[in-house]
């Protein structure tokens, strides 16, 4: 009996050390698997910032390369135009002899703010097309703008009249043209041109002639005067 039981408890002995041994061996197992996690795990986090710096690289230089093209696109528009213009001018020939526009400050005119103008003329043969543009706002209370009008040489009133100019239709509708709240409409002087009696300095003189004082809703009036090509012998 004591020899069965001397046996049976090395078996159990044994038994106990197998199962420690296993244990301690998943143990190392694991403790090795453990310490071999985190080198991969640093290395994988500096992938992904690498990743994503990357990426927010990529996406500044595109905003900066979009930022520097607009402006050079705006300034190739603007050139544009201010090459357009010397071209045309060119294309028309002669320029106006008289392009002047005043400016009202806050779209308000005084009865006492004449607006005066002076043009040189040397050649009396020639006709001279006289145009003349106001433009107003919606604000403009009525419908129409009396305007008195005079030419003066050296020497004494050459024209004198008043104008009865009528800014918008019986149906209420603005005459002049234009997008939005501003609108410019265009008359000639005299239909059939001017011509002057002799060289030297005139002045030509407008003045609204409403009763209201000031007169608001005037934005800008402009005189232009440029000879009339003559006609060519076929």
Known sequence: RVRAATRTASVAAKTVIALVAQSQKKRLHLLARAQKLPPEIPRIQRAARSLAATAVAEAETARVETTRKIPARVKAEHLLAFLALPLIMV??????????????????????????????????????????????????????????????????????????????????????????????????????????PKPGIYRFRFQHGMRDEPLVGIRDFALMIEKEEEPTAE
């Open 91 to 196: 294309a028309c020939g002669e320029g106006p002899l008289v392009q002047d526009v005043t400016s009202f400050s806050k779209d308000t005119w005084y009865q006492d703010s004449v607006i005066s103008v002076d043009v040189e003329v040397s050649d009396t043969q020639a006709v001279y097309r006289v145009t003349f543009q106001i433009r107003h706002s919606n604000s403009y209370p009525y419908s129409n703008l009396y305007l008195f009008r005079e030419i003066r040489s050296d020497r004494q009133t050459e024209y004198q009249d008043t104008v009865d100019i009528r800014l918008a239709n019986d149906r209420g509708a603005w005459n002049g043209s234009g997008v939005g709240a501003l609108k410019t409409l265009e008359l000639p002087y005299k239909q059939a041109g001017l011509r002057f």
